[in-house]
């Protein structure tokens, strides 16, 4: 809320004066340990003119009125300063100034030159859908820029512009993100609440932060001060190299609260030097698809400790199957570099080159291999089926075993219509489970089909109990069962025997 931390600051002034003179006498009094290291002031005077602040423009339909919710004007005191802003600026709000039609929004973000030749790096958010992006230099020079390509995935863009004739670019080159440690001092310069070129620094909090934002997850978290207009400038290290791109905070109020994260320089370089390169992204391709391997799996597969991306399916296209990979293997390692969950195989094939062969080692019950991949390449475009419309009969009562707190039936063509279950999925079919089991807790539902048990596949309730009671006798505490649902996309699930 801009508007009203600007109502409460005049309102406050003396006392705002006051706390920041104590907080002045406090740092002159600290010792030089407490002021972080000297060499952040080099830094910022190093590479302050290669960070740029970036305007974008867009053409939107105007709504006919905004929400209530948003509408609210707040009560000013009369005679208060603001109040000829705030009647100006609702007016504008509810169209009652230039009418309904289209309007221009602007919005501002940060970036940086890496190439003096023209080259700029941003996040994909901060010019999504612009009309036109500018480049404001440190100095207030203003460049009109064109984009190169971006990458939604990682949040990534590239932009072009033409340099300066009478003004000498600086540009700045990326560090190695891997070589990071925790605690080590960074520094964030970008364009918070449009205020231009401002200096941050702190220390890196975590690396490898996975927190849900996309596929490739794996961000630097830092305590520097990044706001809302951070996004998409650099985070540098004491020599002065980028080894990450400012990205995303995590807030309750909008402002820092020292919880950031940035898109680590290994990630972005490959992507930077593929958008100049293809004006896209061009990632590595497996055909598999993987789940994360449980202590329970990985009892049920013989692996310890748990570890891996277990493969759940096969693409029919993709290089792995004719490579020999196999449901139920698990991946270990690819490409010389050690797999510990499902993100690093995911990370990993994504940045490796297309067509590049590959070793991949697998686990297959309880034993290495070695298989050898030609990766291909990922179409980020595909776009999964509709499930059929059309309205089945209604089946008969299926004749129904117990095994595991599931009632199982064997497949029928009365089930397949009920359930929407494709003719290539063969098994045997759920139809109901008991509340409270493993099961439910595991999310086996209705309709879903057993294809394997205990790694062999069955085809009827009969099958389902004997490889039950093999695995019983063999001193298991669970069983691995490889489920498929209607439409013959596969998982691996554990369920307890106890």
């Given at each position: 809320?801009?508007?009203?931390?600007?109502?409460?600051?005049?309102?406050?002034?003396?006392?705002?004066?006051?706390?920041?003179?104590?907080?002045?006498?406090?740092?002159?009094?600290?010792?030089?340990?407490?002021?972080?290291?000297?060499?952040?002031?080099?830094?910022?005077?190093?590479?302050?003119?290669?960070?740029?602040?970036?305007?974008?423009?867009?053409?939107?339909?105007?709504?006919?009125a905004p929400s209530e919710g948003n509408s609210a004007k707040p009560n000013l005191p009369p005679g208060s300063p603001f109040e000829e802003f705030f009647e100006d600026f609702f007016k504008n709000r509810r169209g009652e100034k230039g009418g309904g039609g289209p309007r221009k929004t602007n919005s501002l973000g940060s970036?940086?030159?890496?190439?003096?030749?023209?080259?700029?790096?941003?996040?994909?958010?901060?010019?999504?859908?612009?009309?036109?992006?500018?480049?404001?230099?440190?100095?207030?020079?203003?460049?009109?820029?064109?984009?190169?390509?971006?990458?939604?995935?990682?949040?990534?863009?590239?932009?072009?512009?033409?340099?300066?004739?009478?003004?000498?670019?600086?540009?700045?080159?990326?560090?190695?993100?891997?070589?990071?440690?925790?605690?080590?001092?960074?520094?964030?310069?970008?364009?918070?609440?449009?205020?231009?070129?401002?200096?941050?620094?702190?220390?890196?909090?975590?690396?490898?932060?996975?927190?849900?934002?996309?596929?490739?997850?794996?961000?630097?978290?830092?305590?520097?001060?990044?706001?809302?207009?951070?996004?998409?400038?650099?985070?540098?290290?004491?020599?002065?190299?980028?080894?990450?791109?400012?990205?995303?905070?995590?807030?309750?109020?909008?402002?820092?609260?020292?919880?950031?994260?940035?898109?680590?320089?290994?990630?972005?370089?490959?992507?930077?030097?593929?958008?100049?390169?293809?004006?896209?992204?061009?990632?590595?391709?497996?055909?598999?698809?993987?789940?994360?391997?449980?202590?329970?799996?990985?009892?049920?597969?013989?692996?310890?400790?748990?570890?891996?991306?277990?493969?759940?399916?096969?693409?029919?296209?993709?290089?792995?199957?004719?490579?020999?990979?196999?449901?139920?293997?698990?991946?270990?390692?690819?490409?010389?570099?050690?797999?510990?969950?499902?993100?690093?195989?995911?990370?990993?094939?994504?940045?490796?080159?297309?067509?590049?062969?590959v070793d991949v080692v697998i686990i297959r019950k309880g034993k290495e291999e070695t298989k050898q991949v030609t990766l291909g390449r990922l179409d980020d475009g595909a776009k999964p089926q509709p499930a059929s419309a059309k309205s089945q009969p209604e089946p008969e009562k299926p004749v129904t075993q117990k095994a595991?707190?599931?009632?199982?039936?064997?497949?029928?063509?009365?089930?397949?219509?009920?359930?929407?279950?494709?003719?290539?999925?063969?098994?045997?079919?759920?139809?109901?489970?008991?509340?409270?089991?493993?099961?439910a807790e595991k999310r086996l539902s209705a309709g879903d089909v057993i294809v394997e048990v205990a790694q062999e596949a069955v085809t009827s309730a009969a099958d389902i109990k004997k490889r039950i009671d093999q695995v019983k006798k063999d001193g298991k505490k669970s069983v691995l069962l490889l489920v498929s649902n209607?439409?013959?996309?596969?998982?691996?699930?554990?369920?307890?025997?106890?």
């Open positions: 809320m801009p508007v009203a931390i600007t109502a409460l600051s005049f309102r406050f002034k003396p006392l705002l004066t006051a706390l920041c003179l104590g907080a002045a006498a406090a740092l002159t009094a600290a010792p030089a340990q407490a002021r972080g290291p000297e060499g952040i002031a080099d830094v910022a005077e190093k590479v302050i003119d290669a960070v740029v602040n970036i305007s974008t423009s867009q053409t939107v339909e105007a709504k006919s970036g940086f030159i890496v190439d003096t030749a023209g080259i700029a790096v941003t996040n994909n958010h901060v010019i999504a859908d612009a009309d036109e992006i500018n480049l404001i230099m440190n100095d207030g020079t203003k460049i009109k820029a064109e984009l190169v390509g971006v990458d939604k995935k990682t949040d990534l863009a590239v932009l072009k512009f033409k340099p300066p004739a009478n003004k000498p670019l600086v540009a700045v080159k990326f560090g190695d993100s891997d070589k990071l440690r925790l605690g080590e001092w960074v520094v964030a310069i970008g364009n918070p609440f449009s205020l231009g070129g401002t200096v941050t620094a702190g220390i890196v909090s975590a690396r490898n932060r996975d927190i849900n934002s996309g596929p490739y997850d794996s961000y630097i978290q830092t305590d520097a001060a990044i706001n809302r207009g951070n996004s998409g400038g650099p985070l540098f290290n004491l020599d002065g190299e980028v080894i990450g791109v400012n990205t995303l905070i995590i807030s309750p109020s909008g402002g820092s609260i020292g919880i950031g994260f940035a898109v680590p320089s290994k990630t972005v370089v490959g992507v930077v030097d593929q958008l100049r390169q293809f004006g896209e992204l061009r990632r590595g391709w497996l055909g598999v698809r993987i789940q994360q391997v449980t202590d329970e799996i990985a009892e049920s597969l013989n692996i310890k400790p748990a570890r891996g991306a277990l493969v759940a399916g096969i693409d029919d296209k993709g290089p792995a199957k004719p490579a020999g990979i196999e449901p139920g293997d698990v991946v270990v390692k690819f490409d010389g570099k050690d797999v510990k969950e499902p993100k690093d195989l995911s990370r990993v094939v994504a940045d490796t080159a297309v067509g590049k062969t595991l707190g599931l009632d199982l039936a064997a497949l029928s063509k009365d089930l397949r219509g009920k359930y929407k279950i494709k003719d290539s999925v063969k098994g045997v079919v759920v139809v109901g489970v008991d509340t409270g089991s493993d099961a209607g439409a013959g996309e596969l998982r691996f699930v554990a369920l307890s025997l106890q």
